[in-house]
C-alpha cells in the first residue's frame, strides 16, 4: 500500500501531492509506503506564505483544540479510510450475452486495484461467457491503470479533476503488454506490497525495522492491508515508524514524486527529514531539490492541492 | 536531562560557565575579582581568588538557606515569686542549650558571617512534640534535667520555653569570601582547592567535603559544609607526609593529591563518620624520571598528568582498592584534567588550551574514548550591536573607567588592527591620562595575574613586545589594591579600570571604587570634551566589541575546568562541540522554529482538509458498496497464564484476541485463553468491553501482566499472563489498550476531570469519571471503572478539575504534565506525537544483612539452623545476596554500588547495624545485653529511563504537592499550588495556569520544623502535615494573598502521628501512621481549625479529598472473595453535603495501588438517578444497583494469599 504520504506535512498527501501545473501537466508524489518521514515534526508545508502563523491569538485558540480534538490516529485513520467512489463498466467491444450493467465500488484508496475488484470480476462474469474471458485490465480514458499503483494514486494522477464517481473500464480482452503488469494472482500483490515496504525501511532504518521483524509479522502488515484491518496493519507498521527520539528522524525520506507527462514515471532521491545544519526540510524543500519547476518564486503557488494516500 | 553547568577560568583569571542547554560561555554574574582556581559541585562553586583567598558562589534557589539557632529559657517555682528567673545555685543557667550545660542567652547569637542575615527577631515556640502548648510555651517538669510536660501539674518544680529564630543566608548567585581570621593557626594562602564528598553518606543535609592546599604543601579540611552551613565552620589541617600541591577530592570517598616531588598520595579511612580520613598512602609517579604535577579523581576513576604534560590513567581503582594498581598512559598533552559527575572527564589541553571533554567515558569503558574540544564562543563574543547603544548609557554613568579600559585594551593588543587604531584616535579626545602615560596603563594588568605562575608566563608571552619596562612599578602599585589597604584614588581607578569585568563592578564591597569620584573624573572630561557624547558611545560601543584581551575571532584560552557540577554523561547531547552539527543540533533547531502551537495548527489543517477531502469523495457515494468486506480478525499467541484453581502453577496456554465491528460500527473484541485440563481442551474468556484494566508486573523472572475485569475486582482474582517477551508483553498490552479503549470509544489524552493513580511499581493510570461516579444513592460501583495507563515513573499524582496535573518521582523529582497521552511501551498509535519526553526515576532496592550472636565468635554470620537466610529481603523470606539480587525488572539498571543504609526507621550503629532479641522482631538501633541477633540493610541505586507525557520542573525535588480543586468552570488567574520540598520547606508556586501548568518559581513559606504533607482546600484552605506529626493550618490564604500569612497548630488525634492531609470543597481528612483514616470535625468558616478528630476507618494508607468532598482512599488488606489485596482503591459511599463523613465503602481496582488523586473529578452527579444502560459507558451491559449497604467497612484478615496484589508491594 503506498504511501501515507509524504511528511506529516503532506500527510496531508495522501497518495502523495498531486501538483497541477498551468500546464495541467500533472505531478504526484508518493511516499513510499507509510507516514510521517519529517518524524514528530511537521514541516511547513506552505514555506513562504503561511498566514496561519501570523495570527497568534488563532493560533492559541487551536492549540487548546489540538489537545481536544485528535492526534495521528485522527489522521491516519482517514487516510487509511479514504475511499474512492468508482464506477465501472464494461468496455464496449467486449462480447457478452446480455447487457451489462455498471457496477459500483467505494475503492480503499490505500489499496490495489486488483485486490480489491473481485468483485467488479464476478459482476461481469454474470453476463459474459467463460472462453472471452483472459485476465481483466482496467483503463480510464485511454490509460491503462497500473495495479501495482496504489488506488489513490492513480486517482489523484488521472483523474482527480474528474467528477465523481470515478469511471473505469473494464476489459477482459487485448491485455496492453507494454504499459501494465500482469497480475495472475494476489500473491504477487503481496511480494510487490512486501518489496516496497522493505525499500522503504531500507531507506527509513537501513532495512533494520522490517528484517528485525518475523514472518508472521510481514504476514500481518499484508493481511492488515488486504482485509482493510486498520488495527492489524498498524499494530506492526508502527514499528516501521519509529525512530530512535534522538536522532530526530528516519535515515531518508521514502518517497516517490510520479508525473504523468514524463519519460520517467517517477523521480526517486535520497532526501533527508533535515538539512545539515539542522533545519528540518520541508516538502516545498523536497521539491525544490527534487523537481524545481514545480517551485515558483512565491512559493509552490502552484500547488493546487495535496491529498492521501 | 537537568540543566547544568561547567566551570572554567581563562588565562585572565575570568570565571565562565557554560550549561548543558547553552552554547555560550558565560561570564560568571559576580566576576570583581580573578581567580585561579575553581572548583564546583551542583550547588555551589568554591575558588582561590588571585587574593588567595577562598571564595564561594552559591547558586541561588527559591528556597532560601536558613537555619534555627534555638536557646531555651529556665525557670524554678520558689514560693514567693511563683515561677521566676531565680534559680538554685547547682541549677543551669537562666538562658541555656537544650541541655543545659552551656550558657546561651539571647544576645550572645551572633552571625557566622557577613554573609548571613536574621529574618526575624527571636519568638517563643509553642510547639511541644506536635501539641500546643500554653501562651508562652513553657513545658514543666519536677526538676532539671526532668521529663517535660505540656502541662502544669501540682509537683512541676520548674519549666522552661523554647526560643527560636532564623537566620538567612543572603550571599548568593555571588562571590562570597570566606572568613579567614579563625581561631587556630591561619591557614597560608591558598593554592588548590577541590569540593566533592557529597556521596559519602545519604544525607540530606547535603554534606560537602572540601579540601584545599596551601602554597606551603600543608593540605587542610573544611569541616561542617552543609546545606545550612554552606560556609563550614573551620579549617582543619591534615598531615601529610610531604609537601603537597595540588589535592583531588571525588564525589565519593575517593582523594588524591600530588607531593613536590612527584609522587601521589590517596587517602584512606574516608567514610560516613570520617568524611577527613585516617591516613595517606604514597602511589609512585607514572614514570619515575618525570614525576606527577596533577591528579583528578572520580567515583571509580584517577586521571593524573605527568610534569612532561602527558596523562594517565589509573587501573583498578574503586571504593575497596582506592589506590588502583597500575597507570595506562593516555593520548593528549594536557595543562590539567578534572573528573567531573559521572566519571566525565574534562581537561585543559595544553597545546591550545581549549576545554576537551572525554568522550565516550562509560561505566564499562571508564578511559573514554577521545579528547573532543568544547568549542562555543563566550557570551561576550556574539555580536553586540543590539546592546552596545544599551550599554552606552551604563557608559556614560561609568564613564571613566570604560575609556581607560579601552585604551588599555588597545595597548594590550599588540597586533592593534587598523579598526583599534581608529577607536584609539577616537578615544584621545577624552583621554584623561595623556597618551604619554599610556605605555604604562596597560601594564598594571600584568601583575594582577602574576599570582598563577604558568597564567604570567602566558600573559608575559603575549605581551612581551610592549617591554619589561613598565611592569615593575605597577606591580607595586597593583599589590595595595589586592591587599585590602586603601590604595590612592589613581590606583583605586587603575584597579577598578582594568579588571575585564567593568560593568558588572557596581558593588563598591569588592571593588571600592567611589562612584562620585568617577562621576567627577567624567564631568572633567566632558568640559574638556565638547564632542562628548558621540565620542563617549563610540568608545562604549568600540570597547564593548572588543571585549577582552584578545579578539572575538581568537578562542578563549583556559586554566582551569572544573566538571563537578556538570551532569553530563556519555549519552547526553551536548551542542558544545561545532563537528557535530548533524542530528543532534537539528532536533535543538526543529525544536526551536516549530511550536507546538504551529504543529498543533498544523495537525488541525492537515486534519480539516483530509475531513473535507473524505466529505467530498465519499458523502455522496455512502449506498456504493464497500470493496472489502469486513471480516474478524484474530492474533494470537502463545503465553502462560496463572491458573484459577489449586495447586496455582504457571500454565502454558494459547492466547487470541479476536476483534470485530460492534452493532453500532464500534470496535469490540473478546480475549481467549485456549488450555488443556486433563487431557481436554478448554477456553476461558473476557469480553474486550468488560475489561477494566491491563496491569503490567514486569518482575525479574516473568513477564507478567494482570486482566481484570469488574467480576475479576471483586474476586481479587486477576487473569494473570506472561508473555515470553519483554517485547511480547508490551506489543500485547498496547494491542489491548488500544483494543479496550476502541471499545469504550476512549480515545486521544485524559479529560480535566480524569481521575489519576499510581501503583506502587511507579505505573501512572488514570480513569475518566462519569458523572454517575459520585451519584446518591446508587454511584456506580467503582469496580467498573475502567482505567488505561499513561508512560512515565511516578510515585504520586495530584491534578485539578483545570487540567493541572503534577507527579512526583521516586527520586522525588518534580514532573508537570504536558498534555499528551501514551509513551513507555504505547508506541505509534497508542501515543500522542509531541508532549512525550523522556523520564527518568532513580529508586533503591534493599537487602537485609542478618547476624546471630554465639559465645564464640560474637556476631557472625553463622546462623541458627532455623534462621532466616543471612542475607535476606525484608521479611527474611527469601533469599537476596549481593550478587543474586537483580534490578526490579529488565527496565531498571543499577547505577551504584550496594552501601550500608543508615537511614532505616529505629536508627542504626555506627556501622549501621540493627539489634533485636530474635527474628523477627523489633529492631533498634544500640546494642544491649539482651540482644541475640542483628541486622542492616543494604541500599543499592537503580534507574529507569521510559518516556511519557511528563516533563521536570527543576531543580528543587518535592515531597509533596497539592492543587486548588475547584470546579471545571472557574476562571482563575493563577492556580494555587503548594508543595513540600525534599528537605521539607513549604513551598507555593507562583505563575501556574492551566495554560502554563508548570507555573514560573517557588515562594518559600518558613516553619518551625520540616514538613511532609500539605494539602488545599476549594476555599483557599491550606493543612499541612509537619515531620513531628502534627497538623498545621495556614490562615489567610486566599487568591491575592497566595502564600497566606501565619501557621496555626493543629493537635494529631491522641497518640497518632498523622502522615498525610486532603482537603476537599470543605472537608479535611489525615492518615496517620498506623493507617487510621480521621475526619476533621467542627469547621466553620469563622473557625477555620475546627475542634476534633473523628476516627474514620482502619487500614487506610492514603486519601484523597475532591472538590465535592468526594473521599477516596487506598486501602490495606481488602477482602475479595478469591483473596485478599493490599493497595486497593476504595470509595467513600454516602457522602452527602449534609452527612460528609459517608456511609461505607465501595472498593475499587486493588492489589498494589499507591496513590490516587480525585481532586480533578467535580462533575457533579445528576440528582435523581434511575439505573440505567444509557449511564454506563458505551457498550457496557447496566449494573445493578450495588449492594451499597451490604458492604462492610474495611476488612482485616491476616493471611494472604499469592495473587490478590497483581502488583506486589
Known amino acids: 500500500m503506498g504511501s501515507q504520504g509524504l511528511c506529516r506535512s503532506a500527510q496531508n498527501c495522501g497518495n502523495g501531492a498531486t501538483i497541477t501545473r498551468p500546464a495541467s501537466e500533472r505531478i504526484t508524489t508518493q511516499g513510499l509506503l507509510t507516514a510521517p518521514p519529517c518524524a514528530s515534526f511537521p514541516a511547513p508545508l506552505y514555506s513562504n506564505n503561511n498566514h496561519i502563523f501570523e495570527k497568534p491569538e488563532e493560533v492559541k485558540h487551536i492549540h487548546s483544540l489540538g489537545r481536544r480534538m485528535a492526534d495521528d490516529k485522527d489522521v491516519l485513520r482517514d487516510v487509511w479510510f479514504g475511499r474512492i467512489p468508482t464506477c465501472f463498466t464494461l468496455n464496449q467491444d467486449e462480447v457478452t450475452e446480455r447487457e451489462a450493467e455498471p457496477y459500483y465500488l467505494l475503492l480503499p484508496r490505500v489499496s490495489y486495484l486488483t485486490l480489491v475488484t473481485d468483485k467488479v470480476k464476478k459482476h461481469f462474469q454474470k453476463v459474459m461467457k467463460q472462453e472471452d474471458m483472459e485476465e481483466m485490465w482496467l483503463e480510464y480514458e485511454g490509460t491503462a491503470l497500473k495495479w501495482h499503483y496504489p488506488i489513490g494514486l492513480l486517482f489523484d494522477l488521472h483523474a482527480s479533476n474528474t467528477s465523481l464517481p470515478w469511471s473505469i473500464t473494464v476489459h477482459f480482452k487485448n491485455f496492453p503488454e507494454k504499459d501494465i503488469l500482469h497480475c495472475p494472482c494476489n500473491s504477487v500483490i503481496e511480494a510487490h506490497f512486501m518489496s516496497s515496504i522493505k525499500e522503504a525501511d531500507a531507506l527509513k532504518h537501513k532495512g533494520q525495522v522490517i528484517n528485525e521483524m518475523q514472518k508472521k509479522d510481514h504476514k500481518q502488515l499484508w493481511m492488515g492491508l488486504q482485509n482493510d484491518k486498520f488495527d492489524q496493519f498498524w499494530a506492526m507498521n508502527r514499528k516501521l515508524m519509529e525512530y530512535p527520539t534522538e536522532e530526530g528522524g528516519f535515515r531518508y525520506i521514502p518517497f516517490r514524486l510520479y508525473q504523468t507527462m514524463s519519460d520517467r514515471p517517477f523521480i526517486q532521491k535520497l532526501f533527508r527529514p533535515v538539512t545539515t545544519d539542522g533545519q528540518p526540510n520541508t516538502l516545498g524543500d523536497l521539491l525544490k531539490e527534487v523537481f524545481p519547476a514545480a517551485v515558483t518564486p ?12 | 536531562m537537568p540543566v547544568s553547568l561547567l566551570w572554567a577560568v581563562d588565562v585572565y583569571g575570568r570565571v565562565y560557565s557554560l550549561s548543558t542547554a547553552g552554547q555560550y560561555w558565560e561570564l560568571c554574574k559576580d566576576a570583581h575579582l580573578e581567580f585561579k582556581r575553581v572548583t564546583a559541585v551542583e550547588q555551589c562553586c568554591w575558588g582561590i581568588a588571585c587574593d588567595h583567598q577562598i571564595y564561594l558562589y552559591v547558586h541561588s534557589s527559591d528556597v532560601p538557606i536558613r537555619y534555627q539557632e534555638e536557646t531555651y529559657e529556665n525557670q524554678r517555682w520558689n514560693p514567693v515569686d511563683g515561677f521566676c528567673e531565680r534559680l538554685l545555685p547547682s541549677d543551669r543557667w537562666q538562658w541555656s542549650d537544650v541541655t543545659g550545660l552551656k550558657h546561651q542567652p539571647l544576645d550572645g547569637f551572633e552571625l557566622s558571617s557577613e554573609h548571613w542575615e536574621w529574618e526575624a527577631d527571636w519568638y517563643v515556640d509553642e510547639n511541644f512534640g506536635g501539641e500546643p502548648t500554653e501562651k508562652g510555651g513553657w513545658r514543666y517538669a519536677i526538676d532539671f534535667p526532668a521529663t517535660y510536660t505540656k502541662d502544669k501539674k501540682w509537683n512541676s518544680c520548674v519549666r522552661r520555653r523554647r526560643w527560636i529564630r532564623y537566620r538567612r543566608y543572603k550571599s548568593r548567585d555571588s562571590w562570597a569570601k570566606i572568613p579567614s581570621g579563625e581561631t587556630g593557626p591561619l591557614p597560608d594562602p591558598f593554592n588548590d582547592i577541590s569540593c566533592g564528598g557529597w556521596e559519602i553518606s545519604e544525607d540530606p543535609r547535603s554534606r560537602l567535603s572540601l579540601w584545599a592546599v596551601s602554597l606551603q604543601g600543608k593540605v587542610w579540611f573544611r569541616d561542617g559544609i552543609c546545606h545550612h552551613n554552606p560556609e563550614g565552620t573551620s579549617w582543619e589541617e591534615v598531615m601529610t607526609p610531604g609537601e603537597v600541591v595540588q589535592i583531588s577530592c571525588g564525589p565519593g570517598d575517593l582523594v588524591w593529591a600530588v607531593l613536590w616531588e612527584g609522587q601521589l598520595l590517596v587517602r584512606e579511612g574516608i567514610g560516613r563518620d570520617n568524611p577527613k580520613g585516617s591516613s595517606w598512602v604514597v602511589v609512585d609517579a607514572p614514570s619515575p624520571e618525570v614525576g606527577a604535577i596533577h591528579v583528578a579523581v572520580g567515583v571509580n576513576v584517577v586521571w593524573a598528568v605527568s610534569k612532561d604534560r602527558k596523562v594517565w590513567f589509573r587501573r583498578g581503582v574503586n571504593s575497596h582498592n582506592p589506590c588502583g594498581s597500575g597507570w595506562i598512559g593516555m593520548v593528549g598533552e594536557m595543562v590539567m584534567v578534572n573528573v567531573g559527575l559521572n566519571d566525565q572527564v574534562w581537561a585543559v589541553s595544553c597545546e591550545d588550551r581549549a576545554v576537551c571533554f ?36 551604563a557608559g556614560c554613568f561609568f564613564g571613566g573607567e570604560v575609556r ?60 612581551s613586545p610592549l617591554g619589561p619596562g613598565g611592569a615593575g612599578p605597577t606591580i607595586v602599585e597593583e599589590r595595595p589594591g589586592a591587599g585590602g589597604s586603601p590604595p590612592d584614588k589613581e590606583g583605586q581607578l587603575q584597579t577598578l579600570v582594568l579588571s575585564p569585568s567593568k560593568e558588572g563592578s557596581r558593588d563598591p564591597q569588592w571593588s571600592n571604587v567611589d562612584l562620585e569620584e568617577a562621576q567627577t573624573h567624567l564631568a572633567v572630561a566632558s568640559a574638556t570634551d565638547p564632542a562628548e557624547t558621540s ?15 584578545y579578539g572575538a575571532d581568537e578562542h578563549p584560552l583556559w586554566a582551569w575546568v572544573s566538571g563537578g557540577g556538570c551532569a553530563v554523561d556519555s549519552h547526553s547531547q551536548l551542542n558544545w562541540f561545532n563537528s557535530t552539527t548533524g542530528l543532534t543540533s537539528s532536533v535543538q533547531c526543529m525544536s526551536l522554529s516549530i511550536t507546538p502551537a504551529q504543529t498543533a495548527a498544523w495537525r488541525k489543517q492537515i486534519f480539516e482538509q483530509l475531513s473535507e477531502r473524505s466529505k467530498r469523495e465519499m458523502e455522496n457515494f455512502g449506498h456504493y458498496e464497500q470493496a472489502i468486506e469486513q471480516s474478524v480478525w484474530v ?54 468491553n468488560e475489561v477494566t484494566i491491563l496491569v503490567p508486573v514486569l518482575n525479574d523472572s516473568k513477564h507478567t501482566f494482570a486482566v481484570y475485569t469488574p467480576e475479576r475486582t471483586k474476586q481479587r482474582w486477576p487473569i494473570r499472563l506472561a508473555a515470553p517477551t519483554e517485547q511480547e508483553m508490551h506489543d500485547w498490552l498496547a494491542l489491548l489498550s488500544v483494543s479496550c479503549c476502541d471499545s469504550r470509544r476512549i480515545q486521544g489524552p485524559p479529560s480535566k476531570q480524569a481521575i489519576w493513580s499510581t501503583t506502587c511499581m511507579g505505573d501512572v493510570f488514570v480513569s475518566e469519571p462519569l458523572p454517575s461516579l459520585e451519584a446518591s444513592p446508587y454511584p456506580m460501583p467503582c469496580d467498573q471503572m475502567f482505567w488505561r495507563q499513561i508512560g512515565g515513573h511516578l510515585r504520586l499524582v495530584e491534578c485539578n478539575s483545570l487540567g493541572v496535573v503534577w507527579g512526583i518521582g521516586f527520586d522525588h523529582t518534580a514532573w508537570v504534565y504536558t498534555g499528551g497521552y501514551g509513551g513507555g511501551f504505547f508506541q505509534g498509535l497508542a501515543s500522542s ?56 525488572s529488565p527496565q531498571w539498571t543499577w547505577v551504584s554500588e550496594w552501601t550500608v543504609d543508615y537511614s532505616v526507621s529505629g536508627g542504626t550503629d555506627r ?77 507555593c508556586r507562583l505563575g501556574v495556569t492551566p495554560q502554563s501548568p508548570a507555573g514560573t518559581s517557588w515562594l518559600h513559606v518558613g516553619t518551625d520544623q520540616p514538613f511532609k504533607s500539605i494539602s488545599i482546600g476549594g476555599g483557599y484552605q491550606v493543612w499541612a502535615i509537619a515531620r513531628d506529626g502534627s497538623a498545621f493550618y495556614r490562615g489567610s490564604v486566599s487568591a491575592q ?128 438517578v434511575i439505573p440505567s444502560a444509557g449511564e454506563n459507558s458505551a457498550g457496557r451491559p447496566s449494573a445493578p444497583p450495588p449492594p451499597v449497604s451490604s458492604r462492610s467497612p474495611l476488612l482485616l484478615r491476616d493471611q494472604e494469599e499469592m495473587n490478590g496484589n497483581a502488583v506486589s508491594c
Open chain 1, 298 to 309: 512565491d512559493g509552490i503557488l502552484d500547488l493546487v492541492f495535496v491529498n492521501m494516500t
Open chain 2, 358 to 393: 572525554r568522550q565516550g567515558v562509560t561505566a564499562s569503558e571508564l578511559s573514554g574514548k577521545a579528547w573532543k574540544p568544547v568549542s562555543v564562543p563566550r557570551d561576550g563574543d556574539r555580536s553586540h550591536s543590539g546592546s552596545a547603544s544599551s550599554l552606552a548609557s
Open chain 2, 635 to 688: 492474533k494470537k499467541g502463545n503465553m502462560q497464564w496463572w491458573r484459577d484453581w489449586k495447586p496455582h502453577k504457571w500454565i502454558d496456554v494459547r492466547f487470541a484476541l479476536e476483534q470485530f465491528s460492534g452493532t453500532e460500527g464500534n470496535k469490540d473484541g473478546i480475549l481467549f485463553i485456549y488450555y488443556t485440563f486433563n487431557d481436554e481442551k478448554k477456553y476461558l474468556h473476557a469480553f474486550i
Open chain 2, 911 to 987: 556501622e549501621g547495624w540493627q539489634y533485636a532479641a530474635d527474628f523477627p522482631a523489633t529492631y533498634h538501633g544500640y546494642k544491649t545485653m539482651k540482644d541475640f541477633v542483628r541486622r542492616r540493610r543494604w541500599a543499592r541505586k537503580c534507574k529507569i529511563t521510559t518516556t511519557g507525557p511528563w516533563k521536570e520542573v527543576m531543580p528543587i525535588t518535592l515531597l509533596d504537592v497539592t492543587i486548588l480543586p475547584c470546579s471545571a468552570h472557574s476562571s482563575l488567574d493563577q492556580v494555587s499550588l503548594w508543595a513540600i520540598s525534599s528537605k521539607g520547606d513549604v513551598l
Open chain 2, 535 to 549: 565620542s563617549l558611545s563610540s568608545i562604549a560601543t568600540y570597547n564593548f566589541g572588543l571585549e577582552g584581551p
Open chain 2, 1041 to 1168: 494573598n497566595p502564600a497566606g500569612d501565619c501557621w496555626y497548630h493543629i493537635p494529631s488525634p491522641p497518640r497518632q502521628k498523622l502522615k498525610q492531609v486532603s482537603v476537599g470543597r470543605t472537608s479535611v481528612y489525615t492518615v496517620d501512621e498506623n493507617g487510621n483514616l480521621w475526619y476533621r470535625h467542627g469547621l466553620t468558616p469563622s473557625y477555620p481549625q475546627g475542634s476534633s478528630w473523628e476516627h474514620i476507618s482502619n487500614n487506610v494508607r492514603k486519601v484523597s479529598v475532591g472538590p465535592l468532598d468526594q473521599v477516596w482512599v487506598i486501602a490495606d488488606k481488602v477482602q475479595g472473595s478469591h483473596s485478599l489485596s493490599c493497595g486497593t482503591v476504595c470509595h467513600r459511599v454516602g457522602v452527602q453535603p449534609m452527612e460528609p463523613k459517608g456511609q461505607s465503602w465501595d472498593y475499587g481496582i486493588g492489589g498494589g495501588w499507591d496513590y490516587i488523586s480525585i481532586r480533578a473529578n467535580s462533575q457533579e452527579a445528576p440528582r435523581i
Open chain 2, 833 to 888: 506525537t509531541d508532549n512525550i519526553h523522556t523520564q527518568t526515576d532513580v529508586k533503591s532496592v534493599y537487602i537485609y544483612e542478618n547476624q546471630r550472636w554465639n559465645p564464640v565468635t560474637g556476631y557472625s554470620n553463622r546462623g541458627l539452623p532455623t534462621d532466616r537466610y543471612m542475607w535476606s529481603d525484608a521479611s527474611g523470606l527469601q533469599e537476596c545476596t549481593k550478587t543474586n539480587t537483580k534490578p526490579p
Open chain 2, 404 to 463: 581607560v579600559q579601552s585604551q588599555g585594551s588597545v595597548m594590550s593588543d599588540t597586533e592593534s588592527s587598523s579598526d583599534t587604531e581608529r577607536s584609539a584616535q577616537a578615544v584621545q579626545p577624552a583621554a584623561q591620562p595623556p597618551p604619554s602615560e599610556q605605555g604604562e596603563t596597560p601594564h598594571a594588568h600584568i601583575p594582577k595575574v602574576t599570582s598563577d605562575s604558568f597564567i604570567s608566563e602566558l600573559v608575559s608571552d603575549k605581551d
